[in-house]
């Protein structure tokens, strides 16, 4: 087969792929310069739909309706518009050895990709429980979600298993908004997770109570503080039960792990310098390797705010990183430079009727704020985080669009505290002021 030639290869075709093609088009490319390989069939979408109006029996979302860069009120990039742009799409085309020493890429069928700049945007994988040796978890109508086609087999599952019941191995976001999506499902849901209270890596105690409670009304059971250790399936290998650590067993006609992500690093073990376990990069996200660029999921780069290195898993930081390393590419063909990346980290989900945001960083002494009952009719109630007398983090469940901004200008601006009881008083109001 012969090899192919780019100037420019993004090797993922996923969210961070998407935004970095327009801004590659942004910047005047020129036809036939650039190629997207990706193993997914489909050109690059939002990812975060797939865990939520993906799953909806109402109001469903499918593509080509949540192609990126829909999702940060962009124009939407179908597949036409890569062809007019001269963009080769390389779908269905998994890259299974990346040689960065002689620029060279090769597929699962042969085929050569050869590059002279290349950006890394492999996103995540997830972790399986036959990784921690959980017996029976290769039963069939055990999901895991990070692509469509594996939301695709969920919505399936979901129609043949009609009003069923399910299980949820993990509390964080894939086992918090797929608990709300099967249930909207009308499937009887449990989840089950090893921490003391859900979203253990961000939320508080007072923030999980509200959320936990609120589930429960909606009818979800948790189980909190064990774990799925094994699956009893039946003659067709489907899965029937779960038995738990704790020697409880649950029947699930459909079980849905969200035990977390791995940074999709292995193709470049040995070969470029890594850093808490995702690829090394500098604020233009250039890695240890000349001409070799790391975005999105993959990249550990340097959170200018905290003077830190830090690896980011949402899509906020997929698009901008994406976006500064294309800028810091033509910048620097250009002779020009361009100003380091300075990212204020911002996460949110949306379950139910629930919509939270957060922006900062999540460490030190914690003021809750608002009203956290899960019975109000409109629920607004978040969280300050204060480090060294400085308010250095907010979450807002509920928030409008302005107050979503004042939080994020506090977690920007980092004002002082001056009382944690005043703070709690103020609650939002304090936000508003700065
Ligand atoms: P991304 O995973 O988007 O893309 C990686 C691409 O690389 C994929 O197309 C993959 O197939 C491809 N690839 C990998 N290895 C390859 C190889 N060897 N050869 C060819 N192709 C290869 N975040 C958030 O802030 N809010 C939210 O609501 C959500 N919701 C959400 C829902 C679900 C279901 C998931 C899985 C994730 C989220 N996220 C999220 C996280 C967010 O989607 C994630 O951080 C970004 O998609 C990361 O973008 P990347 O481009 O780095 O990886
Ligand atoms: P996560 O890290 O958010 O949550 C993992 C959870 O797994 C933990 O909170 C814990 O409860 C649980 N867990 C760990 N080991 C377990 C075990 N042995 N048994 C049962 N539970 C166990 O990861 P996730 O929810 O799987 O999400 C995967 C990726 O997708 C992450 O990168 C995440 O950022 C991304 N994502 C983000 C969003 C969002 O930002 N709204 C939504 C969906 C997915």
New binding site residues.
Partial sequence: MADKAFKYVI???????GYAAREFANQGVNLGELAI????TVAPYE??A???AYLFPEGTARLPGFHVCVGSGGERLLPEWYTEKGISLILN????KADLASKTLISATGETFKYQILII????TVIRLSDFGVKGADATNIFY???IDDADKLVEAIKAKKNGKALVVGGG??GL?LSAALKINNIDVSMVYPEPWCMPRLFTADLASFYESYYANKGIKIIKGTVATGFGTNEDMEVMDVKLKDGRVMEADIVVVGVGGRP?TK?FKGQIEEEKGGIKTDGFFKTSVPDVYA????ATFPMKLYDEMRRV????H?RKSAEQAVKAIFAREQGNSIDEYDYLPY????AFDLSWQFYGDNVGETVFFGDGSPTSPNHKFGSYWIKDGKVVGAFLEGGTPEENKAIAKVARVQPPALSLDLLATEGLTFACKI
Avoid: N, Q
């Fill in positions: 090797l993922g075709g996923g969210v961070a792929a390989i990706s193993k997914e990812r975060p797939l865990s939520k085309t998994e890259v299974v945007a492999t996103g995540s979600l990070r692509e976001y894939i908004e999709m193709l975005v999105g999921d993959v898993e949402h899509v906020d997929a996460f949110y989900s949306r």
